[in-house]
């Protein structure tokens, strides 16, 4: 049986772990694009300083109403 020292060195752990790290950088975007765009940025401008589709930024916008 794996310790949790032994564990935490696997390489499985490490890509779980990475992905839970790049999904929340995603999640914290997403989160972002609302308040970008009450603060009058256009959907391109958000689309480009956050490094997301302008698709997925309209979907925001409209799901939010803005």
Known sequence: MFS??????????????????????FENKLETVPRLLALGL????????LQLDIEQVRNIQKKEGL
């Not at 256009?42 to 300083?49: C, L």
């Open 4 to 25: 949790l020292d032994e564990l935490k060195q696997t390489r499985y752990f490490q890509d779980v772990l990475e992905e839970g790290r790049q999904e929340g950088r």
């Open 42 to 49: 256009t959907v391109e401008q958000v689309a480009e300083a």
